[in-house]
């Protein structure tokens, strides 16, 4: 592995112990082992950043198809990235690059309502996890 790679891996590897804690987010992953998203991510992101291409999976515009993904959650994910580039002590041009490339697939993910949600597979359900603090505030 090199140094790229190494801090790559580092950085999803944090990313990832954050999403599966949040109470949120943690929801929409219940059903991918996190070691596997932590390894994929980390290949996609190596490819895209310029390292050795080890990515063979669907590109994040075809991945996301069943998962109803809004402006406020990707905000939310966009926080813990955040986090994670500070705790690793990332390069600022590396987070830069990252975000850029982020950004590239952003519209593609997000959806205006979960009527744009397709399932990946006709027998797959539509991920749909509904923000718990916005369910705390209303009830």
């Not at 490339?101 to 006709?122: G, Q, R, T, W, Y």
Request: glycine share 4%; with cysteine.
């Amino acid at each position: 592995m090199d140094d790229l790679e190494k801090i790559i891996f580092k950085i999803n590897e944090k990313f990832y112990e954050k999403v599966y804690e949040h109470p949120w987010l943690k929801d929409v992953f219940k059903v991918t082992d996190q070691k596997f998203i932590t390894e994929q991510q980390t290949a996609f992101m190596l490819g895209a950043l310029g390292g050795e291409k080890k990515y063979f999976g669907r590109m994040p515009s075809d991945a996301h198809p069943h998962i109803y993904i809004d402006e406020e959650m990707w905000l939310t994910r966009e926080v813990l990235l955040q986090e994670a580039f500070n705790e690793t002590k990332a390069p600022i041009e590396l987070q830069t690059k990252w975000l850029k490339i982020d950004n590239a697939f952003k519209a593609s993910i997000l959806k205006k309502s979960i009527d744009e949600c397709v399932p990946m597979i006709k027998m797959d359900g539509i991920i749909v996890v509904p923000n718990p603090q916005k369910i705390k505030k209303s009830a």
